[in-house]
């Protein structure tokens, strides 16, 4: 069962510099969320999706952008990076009807 | 300052202790669950409680809700080395749920 499957696990960005990490989940869950986990600060949600074509802003979405083009995918884009980004990020889906919620594996982001 | 505070930040015990950690907030929640997540990965929901007052026991971890619905609290028996791993506390909507800092727990052999 793959569940919530993010890409890439590992990557290493220069200031300024742009990229996408990459989600997916195949469990036909409506909605998808981004949060984001620095020491001592717990997860923190970033943006989220209840349904294909709608994305809101969570509590830190500020240098972030999401899209949700299908209910299967949900993209987080840094337009600019800076260190302060620096942190693990996570994808996660839940059901509408559901109140669990699935997390992906993580995805390690270093900002130089 | 965290909607969730979870204590203690850090726990280390020797196998076959016992330990409680807490969750405790100054808001009402309807519902608030309980992660455990094992390094390298994402969380993994233990439990969800619903009602003030709900104990809620999964083999030797024993979940408690408060009365007002603003704090929680894991206790585990005879803790085991398979019980490390960082628990987190959550409370909210399906989405706009928040997470406390969590309790990291190490049992030694």
């Known amino acids: 069962n793959a569940g919530v499957t993010q890409t890439p696990k590992f990557q290493v960005l220069k200031t300024g510099q742009s990229m996408t990490l990459q989600c997916a989940q195949d469990?036909?869950?409506?909605?998808m969320s981004w949060y984001r986990q620095d020491p001592g600060m717990g997860l923190r949600l970033i943006h989220y999706?209840?349904?294909?074509?709608?994305?809101d802003q969570g509590e830190v979405p500020n240098g972030y952008n999401v899209s949700r083009s299908t209910t299967e995918d949900f993209p987080l884009r840094l337009l600019s990076a800076a260190p302060s980004q620096t942190s693990v990020y996570f994808c996660?889906?839940?059901?509408?009807?559901?109140?669990?919620?699935?997390f992906g594996e993580g995805s390690w982001l270093t900002v130089v | 300052t965290q909607l969730l505070e979870q204590s203690p930040q850090f726990l280390s015990i020797q196998e076959g202790e016992n330990l409680t950690v807490y969750c405790n907030s100054s808001?009402?929640?309807?519902?608030l669950q309980w992660y455990r997540q094992e390094p390298g990965e994402g969380p993994v929901l233990l439990v969800t409680?619903?009602?003030?007052?709900e104990v809620k026991k999964l083999k030797r971890l024993t979940f408690q809700f408060g009365d007002a619905r603003k704090d929680s609290s894991l206790h585990i028996t005879a803790a085991q080395p398979g019980d490390t791993g960082l628990y987190l506390c959550?409370?909210?909507?399906?989405?706009?749920?928040?997470f406390g800092a969590g309790t990291r727990l190490t049992v030694k052999p």
């Open positions: 999706s209840v349904g294909a074509g709608i994305t």
């Open positions: 959550a409370g909210g909507d399906n989405n706009d749920m928040r």
């Open positions: 996660a889906s839940t059901r509408r009807s559901g109140n669990t919620i699935y």
């Open positions: 409680v619903v009602t003030g007052g």
């Open positions: 808001s009402v929640f309807s519902s």
């Open positions: 469990m036909n869950h409506e909605y």
